[in-house]
């Protein structure tokens, strides 16, 4: 595809663009025409770039209303990239933008962009699909065709990518609405000429090289088929005419409320529309029938503005109180109706959707016959086209499974008749919903693609059904995350849900909950999600420091800085640049507890709807997370002993349960180590509890130092310790020595008096001495008062303590 004329003044950005790129692209392309030419000489390839550029390329369609052209080349591109490789492909690519260009009045400027974004595209795309799918020639058609389709596809993106660019760069409109009013069409050639390509190697392959001449005659026959197509599709459809009708008016206003509020099922009215319409024919109703139908198909769920947003959204199951409100919508949508005196029996549809075949229905009940017609194809409609679409509370049913619900319900919820009937003419049905849906998009493409004399109005009806939609989804997310984070106690999960959520109303590349350590002037990234979460995570940034930094100290927000303040206060590196930032305080009863940073390489800047949002995620956080702050700190209180610090006898069980799992999983073995103090009830006695406690804390302080980092210490009671190690039975045993040496020599001074303790110790091995913590404890004690008694007797013989190291204090 190649840059059309157009004769409106450049910009510097398109200019500045344009110039990057046709750099970049005529060195890719020199350097392929310098591969080929030094490479061997292959008489074919040169055939083949023959034909496509003398022939081929001279051949091409003219979309109806857009400046694009539908052409030949590629298929030839894509065969020379199946048969030959990447640089012969981007040089015949080259080349033949080159003569494409040759036919502008302006070929000096457009030669050297056109020619660079098609080496460019080429490149990228057949250097992609060479290294994903191998050799073309070890394929068989299946795989060749799938390679040849992702060919296209990133070749049509990159190709149609870079001239929307520079088109919407010079006329100041916005890239994604270029691409589609100028290249969206284009696509089908692209694919179509891949599946060609496919073709056309695979009988090179089965015949000969010169085969793929057939193939020119064939294809130019199809693309002028098509051609022909795209003349009359020009000629037949006509401007759509504005509806001067008042009930036409008002049922396009409410269909627009009703798409609006309910927003799960966006297109649900059209399509049922298109199937309601179809059955009345096929049933001969009359006309006012089938127009009350048309009208009715469109209107019946407008009663659904009474039903309340967090029943029609609610993604659990309904109550039977929710579900009695929801039936509500058929006579609320009847009375709406009724007043505005349609002329043909619209009511009488809306009103009775919901009866059933075998009278179980509602609002009133009616069975078999007593069923309005009309109704009863609406009821069958309706169910069908509402489970093929994602709900809140359920997925999408596949066809196949929809079409089993609606048999299976035949004779029961349904009318058989109608149900035979609908089933039967389905794929018709579903046919015209296509080619209507193909048809306003064309029509839609062509209005906005015509010239316009003066300042083009925006469609109103348009915009205010994107501000009703954007205005339901913020309150149904914002709905959703305050009812799933305000359950949750662990800020993990609480971070994950909202995180998740946030991403449906404010977009971000990365999202970072940073959280204030205690007693520091730090602020660290708890949790992340999105693109390089594993760089920002456990990173910290000091008080004022960045943009979160200065959030945090100043509780206020801020948006649309650089992100590289804070990727430097934070000392993190990324691949791809953040193009903005938004930081958000969180604040709970005027203290802050960290911030919620967004990061986006995608998005040039937030708006002030994008902070505002922002905000309201994150007092709705704040207050969950102030929660789950408390929680972790009274879990870890109740978890710890208060006097020493270490672990308590309560989370010594949680502690074995975990170890007894992991050990038995693993076939490993860990060993109970308890430990009581020698003599305290004198050290209690003489100086005092208060001194008995300071010796506590001091033990626990020794123990803690001698241990490793992967053992585990609690206070078991009063002046007992048990740890948890993973070392071998030896290594306890030198532990152990280790242990009592230190407390041993250590002299305790409490209040001017220095004193003396020892400690008695007995172990227990998982597995050879039990698997429950009571047996364990019970081996580890009998041995620790064993333990004990020696002590004992060695403290009772001096001559035998000096020896042994032990100082003169009696053991109780």
Not at 430 to 455: F, N, Y
Not at 537 to 548: D, E, F, P, R, Y
Not at 690 to 713: N, Y
Not at 804 to 812: D, F, R, W
Request: hydrophobic content about 45%; some cysteine.
């Amino acid at each position: 595809m190649q840059e059309n004329n157009r004769r409106k003044p450049d910009t510097r950005a398109s200019k500045a663009f344009i110039f990057v790129v046709s750099l970049a692209g005529l060195c890719v392309f020199a350097r392929s025409l310098y591969a080929v030419a030094f490479s061997d000489f292959n008489l074919q390839w040169l055939l083949l770039g023959m034909v496509t550029l003398l022939v081929v390329s001279r051949t091409d369609i003219q979309i109806p209303k857009i400046p694009s052209t539908v052409t030949l080349d590629d298929t030839f591109i894509y065969i020379s990239v199946l048969l030959y490789g990447v640089q012969p492909s981007v040089a015949l690519a080259g080349l033949n933008a080159i003569v494409c260009s040759l036919n502008y009045p302006n070929k000096r400027r457009v030669l050297p962009f056109n020619a660079a974004v098609m080496s460019l595209s080429v490149y990228a795309s057949s250097t992609l699909i060479t290294r994903v799918f191998g050799s073309p020639a070890e394929m068989d058609l299946g795989r060749l065709i799938l390679a040849a389709e992702s060919l296209a596809l990133v070749h049509y993106m990159l190709n149609s990518g870079m001239v929307s660019v520079v088109s919407a760069l010079r006329n100041g409109g916005n890239i994604l609405r270029t691409w589609q009013e100028s290249f969206l069409w284009t696509s089908v050639s692209y694919f179509a000429g891949a599946v060609a390509a496919c073709l056309v190697v695979k009988l090179i392959a089965f015949a000969s090289f010169y085969a793929f001449i057939i193939a020119v005659p064939i294809l130019a026959i199809t693309y002028l088929t098509y051609k022909n197509y795209l003349d009359k599709v020009e000629v037949s459809i006509s401007h759509a005419e504005a509806m001067a009708d008042l009930h036409l008016r008002t049922i396009e206003a409410l269909a627009v409320a009703i798409d609006a509020k309910d927003e799960v099922t966006h297109d649900h009215v059209h399509r049922v529309q298109i199937y309601a319409t179809g059955l009345a024919r096929l049933f001969g109703l009359t006309d006012e029938e089938v127009e009350a139908l048309k009208a009715g198909a469109l209107l019946h769920d407008i009663g659904k503005l009474a039903v309340p947003d967090y029943i029609l959204n609610k993604p659990d199951k309904l109550t039977t109180a929710e579900y009695e409100k929801m039936k509500v919508h058929t006579i609320v949508g009847a009375e709406i109706l009724s007043r505005v005196g349609f002329p043909y029996p619209v009511v009488p549809v809306v009103r009775h959707h919901h009866e059933r075949w075998d009278g179980a229905g509602y609002p009133d009940g009616l069975r078999g016959e007593q069923i309005p017609m009309t109704a009863r194809i609406l009821a069958v409609v309706d169910c069908f086209d509402a489970v093929c679409e994602d709900r809140q509370y359920r997925k999408a049913m596949t066809r196949q499974q929809a079409i089993e619900l609606i048999e299976a319900a035949s004779g029961t919820r349904y009318d058989p008749q109608v149900v035979g009937a609908f089933l039967e003419h389905l794929p018709e049905f579903e046919a015209e919903i296509r080619r209507q849906k193909k048809e306003v998009q064309e029509a839609r493409s062509r209005e906005e693609s015509k010239p316009s004399t003066g300042k083009k109005k925006p469609d109103g009806g348009q915009m205010i059904f994107e501000h009703i939609r954007n205005a339901h989804r913020e309150v149904i997310t914002l709905y959703e995350i305050a009812q799933t984070i305000g359950t949750s106690l662990d800020l993990r999960d609480m971070f994950a849900v909202f995180s998740s959520r946030l991403q449906d109303i404010v977009s971000y590349t990365t999202c970072v909950l940073y959280l204030q350590k205690p007693n520091s002037i730090e602020v660290e990234a708890i949790h992340v999600s999105g693109r390089n979460a594993d760089r920002f995570k456990g990173q910290s940034v000091i008080l004022g420091a960045g943009i979160t930094g200065w959030v945090v100290a100043n509780r206020q927000p801020m948006y649309n800085c650089d992100p590289l303040l804070d990727l430097d206060a934070l000392k993190v590196d990324v691949e791809t640049p953040y193009r903005t930032v938004v930081a958000v305080p969180l604040l709970k009863d005027n203290e802050v507890l960290g911030a919620l940073t967004l990061y986006s390489a995608d998005l040039s800047s937030y708006d002030p709807d994008h902070l505002r949002l922002a905000e309201a995620v994150a007092k709705l956080a704040s207050d969950a997370i102030a929660n789950a702050l408390h929680h972790e700190l009274t879990e870890a209180k109740a978890l710890t002993d208060p006097l020493t610090g270490v672990a308590n006898a309560r989370a010594l069980r949680y502690r074995f349960e975990d170890e007894a799992e992991r050990a038995r999983r693993y076939g490993d073995s860990f060993s109970l180590l308890m430990m009581d103090l020698d003599g305290f009830k004198r050290i209690n006695d003489t100086h005092g509890h208060q001194a008995g406690d300071a010796a506590i804390k001091e033990v626990a302080r020794l123990l803690s130092a001698q241990l490793r980092a992967a053992d585990f210490l609690s206070r078991y009671a009063g002046d007992e310790f048990v740890a948890l190690l993973h070392i071998s039975p030896g290594e306890v045993r030198e532990l152990v020595q280790r242990l009592q040496s230190a407390i041993d020599s250590h002299t305790f001074k409490i209040n001017g008096s220095a004193f003396f303790t020892g400690i008695s110790m007995g172990w227990a091995c998982f597995g050879a001495d039990g698997e429950s913590l009571d047996e364990l404890l019970i081996s580890a004690d009998r041995a620790m008062y064993a333990d004990k008694a020696r002590r004992k007797a060695l403290i009772a013989s001096p001559e035998e303590s000096l020896g042994a190291g032990l100082m003169q204090y009696p053991i109780m």
